[in-house]
Structures are given as C-alpha cells and as structure tokens.
C-alpha cells in the first residue's frame, strides 16, 4: 500500500526538538520521502496532514496482553499479594481461547491510543500471535517462564515459539525469552535458559528489583541482588528488556550499563501496587536505555502510552521541574523502545528508509489550542482520544478514529462472554 500524508507537521524523533513541515511519502512498509516538495508518486491513500502532527507510533516495551480479562479486577494490594491471591490462581483457569481474545482486545486498545509496537511475557503466546494476524501490529513476543516447569517443557515452548514465529508476518514479529522474575526462577533455570539464547542468538525479558521486597529476599537468598544474580547465570550477554528496576543500586546500574540492557518504566502498575516510583534521571545519566510500558491491563488499568507519558513526566517532576524534558520522555515512548526491541534501525524515528510505523494526532480541539509549543503538548495537553491516523508498517489500521482490519463489536462482546465463562469456571 502506498500512502502520502501530505502538509503535515512532522516530529521525527530524528532532528531534536524541530517540528518541521512536509509530505510523508510511504511507499509499501517503509517512509521513502520526507519533504516539502511534491514527488511523482502514485498513492493508494491521501491523507490531508493539515490539523494533524505526525511522529513515530509508541513503543509499548513492557506488557502482558493476554492478561486484559483481569481489567479491574483485583485492586488495592501490593504486587505480590496481587499475584499470589488473585492473578495466579485466576491464571490456572485460563485457556487459549481466553487469550486470543483478550490480546485482541489490547490490540485494539493499543492502536487507538497510538501504540504500533509492544513487548510481551505470557503464555500461550500462539494465541497472542494468532491476534496479530489481524491486528498487524509488531511485537516482540516471549513466553513467561517459571520453575513450575517439568523438563523445561516451557523453555522448549519458548523455543518452538523462535523456531516457528521469528520473524513472521512480514517480519513484525520476534521472539524472546521470558524468564519471569528473579523470585520465580533459580540460577540453574536461568542458566539452562542462558544457554539456549545464546544458541539461537534470542533476546530477555524479565521483570528486575519491581518491589523492596523482591530485593531483600533475593539478598537473603543468594547474597546477592536481583541484578547480581541475573548478571552471574548470564542473562545479559543477550539482548534484555527489564522492566521496572526501581530498586537498583548504584552497583546495580553499573552493571546493566555494561551490557545492552534496556529498563523499562511502567509508571501507572508501579503507583498502582504501590511499588514505588522509578527516578528515571538516575537510570539515564548512567548512559542506561530506559524505555516505557504499560504493564498489563490488569495492573494499570489499560494500556495507554499516553497516560505513561504523562504520568512519567508530572510525577519525575515533584520535587525539581528540571526533571525529565517533554523531548526526554518522548524519547523513553519512541525510540528507546524500538532500541529494548533491537528495532532502533528500522523504526522509533520518522526517517527515509525506515518501516512506516506512524501516528497522527489531532490538533484541531480545545486541548491543543493555542498551538505554541507542540513537543510540550504531547505530555502535558494530548488525550487518547486525539489519536486519529495509525500506520504500521506501511500499512494503515486506523483510518479516521476507525479500525481497518478489527471489528470492534465482536472484540468487545467476545472478551466479555469470555470473562464470564473464566470466572465461572472451575
Ligand atoms: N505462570 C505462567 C507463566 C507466566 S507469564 C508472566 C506472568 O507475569 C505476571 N505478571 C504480570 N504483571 C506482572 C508484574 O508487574 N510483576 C510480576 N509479574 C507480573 C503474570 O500474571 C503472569 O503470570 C504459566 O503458567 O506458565
Ligand atoms: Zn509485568
């Protein structure tokens, strides 16, 4: 498909903090021009860029999309009380079919709000991945691993997952490992786990020092700190996404800056479970990737990278309004997050050359008038609702506030007559 997005305003995430003004010419997946000039191109799609600011789609590095049926479900506690009284035992009467629909659902909930690329740890992943056929976003998916797991049968479902997905759907999608957590896993699981993605060249996830708690056992455990411990069994000699980390150490940070190790901010979950609050300018200034994401819907209570945006910027800036620039924090949503998904060359910027994974926001409202400083606007006066256009790779799926390929409706009702049957369940 051919697109032109034409008179524009255009924050490429590439030039700094510069709004310029041009055409988008997007021809299959990727941007092929960006200009003020008008080219001889033949489009299958013209959009009029007039009332609308383009910039590259969010980059959700840190979520769990089968998880949307337990939307409100379980509020008001802290992380582990959370998982261990309500999420699992919920989660051991999941079956596949909850999944699809469930991921379908955060599909749907992710691109209306400008998300075009997420990371993902749950299980059945297949399903997950059966929903991106429809929905075409990209993701890197891995399948959550814990040590209830006789014969590794769960590393070796991560691996067919690689063997059969990596780079499928016209290259949207890559597989990771998804070790769950330091206090779900031993030295052994994770080196057995080391070892196969070092084999097959294959990425982490893992969720690193979320909670106090986690910390401190994990020192009583082993002596060491959650980081330690993943840094001994070599976890981070592979690309790795860890998300949250608000309990690192100075020591700790040195670490993950040696190695390609992208943190995650997950604002909303971490208030929410009253984890506490990640100093994203402590991460930065240690030259460490800090990327943003969403949690689940479970724990956030949706999926929107605009209210994380949001959320990161007022709250870094309690105590100092010198903290985190509207540029910075743009940056954690964009091309940070293409680089936890070692994507950083393909997408995360609007440039020539790259994949098309684009949004356009609406200008034309209350919320953004006057027009005077658009970087500014995006934390501090965009809503949701102001998503209008989404691109991914090359290909529109929002088209005006509408999906392309989702039927809305039938997502709606089917996710619901799913949690209903979930809950019923024995
Ligand atoms: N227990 C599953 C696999 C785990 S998938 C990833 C897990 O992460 C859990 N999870 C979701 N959000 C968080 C979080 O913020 N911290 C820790 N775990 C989380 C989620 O409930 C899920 O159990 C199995 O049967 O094989
Ligand atoms: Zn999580």
Known sequence: MNILIENVKILTMADGELIKNGNIYIENEKIKKITNDKIDFSYDKKIDGKNYLAMPGFVNAHTHVGMS??????????????????????????????????????????????????????????????????????????RGLTLEDKNYKKIEENIE?????????????????????????????????????????????????????????????????????????GIFENRTIAAHGLYLSDKDLDILSKYDVSVVHNPSSNLKLSSGFLDCTRVINKKINLAMGTDSSASNNNLSMIKEISLTSLVSKYNNPQNLKAYDVLKM?????AKALGLDDKIGTLEEGKLADIILIDLNNPNHTPQNNLISSLPYSTFDKDVSYVIINGD???????????????????????????????
């Open 69 to 142: 049926l337990f939307r409100n479900f379980s509020d008001d506690v802290e992380l582990m009380t959370w998982l261990n009284e309500k999420i699992w035992p919920l989660e051991d009467k999941l079956i596949e079919e909850d999944v699809y629909w469930a991921s379908l659902l955060s599909h749907a909930e992710m691109i209306m709000t400008g998300t075009t690329s997420f990371a993902d740890m749950y299980y059945f992943e297949d399903q997950t991945i059966k929903a991106l056929e429809k929905s075409k976003m990209r993701a890197q998916i891995s």
């Open 161 to 233: 997952l690689f063997k059969k997905y990596e780079n499928s759907q016209d290259g949207r999608i890559n597989i990771a490992f998804g070790p769950h957590a330091v206090y779900t896993t031993d030295k052994n699981y994770l080196k057995e786990i080391n070892k196969y993605a070092k084999k097959y060249k294959m990425p982490i996830h893992i969720h690193l020092s979320e909670t106090k708690i986690e910390n401190d056992e994990c020192i009583k455990r082993f002596g060491q700190s959650p980081t330690e411990v993943f840094e001994e069994c």
């Open 333 to 337: 949503a964009t091309i940070n997050g």
């Open 396 to 426: 529109l799926v929002y088209d005006d506030k509408k999906f392309v390929y989702l039927n809305e409706k039938e997502i709606i009702k089917n996710a619901e007559k799913s949690f209903q049957k979930l809950r019923n369940r024995k």
